[in-house]
């Protein structure tokens, strides 16, 4: 039992730290309150953060490895019906048909 108890809270801390909270306080509270501390701690846990890191930047690249694949380059103009595409999609949010 006392196994069960140690290792519930050392789940507590590594699952504390990937949420940001006090995983020192947390896992005193689960060690001396057992069961009754997991509970409570899986009812005020915090979700998890997202990792928004490469939102907005292109992944890198690795120099050492040849890429031979084109770039496509989307048009901000439908050339077929000429209207603006602010989506930067293939096909034209307008008349439907594929931009590049």
Known sequence: MIVAQILFSLFVVFDAKARDMNAVVWFLFVLFT???GILVYFMV?????LLLTNI????MRNENIAVNH???VIPDICPHC???NSKRIRLCEWC???IC
């Open 82 to 84: 000429k209207n603006p």
């Open 96 to 98: 439907g048909n594929q």
């Open 70 to 72: 084109p770039v496509l």
């Open 45 to 49: 846990r915090k979700p998890k953060p």
């Open 56 to 59: 907005g930047n292109p992944p």
């Open 34 to 36: 057992g069961i009754i």
